[in-house]
């Protein structure tokens, strides 16, 4: 079922459109080292098979699984020993160390090999920057359930001159199409295993249903689907979406991610993104993570969407973030500044002596416990660190913010007029 032309192909459509760039290099009988990120079954081998073919260059297949750098060598003297450049498709490139990586770079720069590289994981983590150079990055998406649906029917259309009664109804048709979550391999497969049991059979959605399972969700705990989903419940958290973010937490909980790391990133998100505008955010958080520890899988994880609704609609600031930013950044440039000798401590007599703790001012005997003396060093700007926003909690710790300028601007000026 492999399709042996770029006409052939289903999906990938800014490959395969004829006015693509794809199309062009390939009706001009060449080929171009790249690499094809993607999920499986998308088609990477086939677009490498074909390019092989339209530039009539040697196909040579290695999985950086079980090659190294005795098989590529094997490769480059074979291509040496015809004359001729090969295209080597490499599987899995990311599994390939550094050293295994930079051996590739002269063979591509001499044109002894053009490479195709095949991953699913993000290039820009797992691949050197020497060898990215030399390739053009292509992104494959997941095939579209119009395109498993096309697909699904041309190995049906093929079926049935080896199978003559072979055949699946519409329904189950359209269930294995959304099944597959555009992995044409698995379809592919799952035909070929009902065939296997039942090639004179006409299959019915509950029949296929019970033979074939849906494929598991795309997910890697240290993949990419892993970090753009937590990165989509913690912006539909922050964008106030609550629907948007009690589906992305069940995603992840239907993929097997842990509750307890999804419980970290929410206590996270309690503090970057809702911060003091509700306080009880964090401890809404801390007590869904405390939830899961008591009662563990399934019933933990309702702590878990109770507290990711809670933080959608909570009110939201960054600004304790932002002030912990600024703050850390100050205190990296001033890290030598001395602590004032009238804050410093002063345990015994001797640092007594020395002034230490001299002319402190103990807030508790001052009216309304509020004192104006300074708290950093002379040459420290600290004002403005934190700016809360006019939202939720935060908005009455401005008005406390603002009524405590005034406090100590009305000391300054006794301070003054008493002089």
Not at 103 to 108: Q, R, S, T, W
Not at 250 to 260: D, I, K, T, V, Y
Not at 301 to 311: K, M, N, R, S, T
Request: charged content about 25%; overall charge neutral; aromatic content about 8%.
């Amino acid at each position: 079922m492999r399709p042996k032309c770029l006409a052939e192909v289903v999906g990938q459509t800014e490959l395969t459109a004829a006015d693509s760039w794809f199309a062009a290099l390939l009706n001009e009988g060449r080929a171009a080292s790249c690499i094809f990120w993607g999920p499986p079954g998308v088609g990477k081998t086939t677009l490498a098979n074909i390019m092989a073919q339209a530039a009539d260059m040697p196909f040579a297949r290695l999985s950086a699984v079980s090659a190294g750098k005795a098989e590529v060598q094997r490769v480059v003297a074979q291509a040496k020993g015809e004359g001729r450049s090969y295209l080597l498709f490499l599987d899995e490139i990311h599994r390939f160390n550094k050293a295994q990586q930079d051996v590739l770079l002269p063979y591509i720069e001499d044109g002894t090999l053009v490479l195709v590289g095949a991953t699913t994981e993000n290039p820009s983590f797992s691949l050197n920057n020497a060898l990215l150079s030399r390739c053009r990055v292509i992104v494959l998406e997941p095939l579209d359930s119009a395109a498993m649906w096309q697909i699904i029917e041309r190995a049906l259309l093929a079926l049935n001159v080896e199978a003559a009664n072979f055949s699946i109804d519409k329904a189950a048709h359209g269930w294995l199409a959304e099944a597959a979550a555009g992995d044409a391999r698995y379809a592919l497969n799952a035909l070929e295993a009902l065939v296997a049991a039942g090639p004179e059979q006409c299959w019915s959605l509950q029949q296929v249903q019970a033979h074939w399972s849906r494929k598991s969700a795309q997910y890697d705990r240290n993949g990419d689907f892993h970090y753009d989903i937590i990165s989509a419940l913690h912006k539909c958290v922050r964008d106030s979406d609550a629907d948007a973010a009690v589906y992305w937490l069940a995603r992840m909980l239907e993929a097997g991610e842990q509750p307890l790391y999804i419980s970290r990133r929410l206590i996270r998100m309690a503090t970057e993104d809702i911060g003091l505008a509700d306080p009880q955010a964090l401890t809404v958080c801390l007590n869904a993570q405390r939830m899961y520890e008591i009662l563990g899988s399934p019933e933990g994880e309702q702590g878990l969407f109770e507290a990711v609704i809670y933080l959608a609609l909570a009110a939201k600031s960054n600004a304790a973030y932002m002030a912990e930013k600024s703050a850390r950044k100050l205190a990296k440039n001033s890290s030598h500044a001395a602590v004032p000798m009238h804050l410093r401590n002063a345990p015994t007599k001797l640092m007594k002596e020395l002034g230490h703790g001299a002319d402190y001012q103990y807030a508790h005997n001052a009216d309304d416990a509020v004192i104006d003396q300074r708290h950093v060093p002379d040459a420290v700007q600290v004002t403005g660190l934190y700016a809360p926003t006019d939202r939720g909690f935060e908005r009455k710790l401005g008005e406390r913010l603002r009524w405590l300028a005034k406090r100590k601007r009305d000391i300054e000026q006794k301070k003054e007029l008493g002089a």
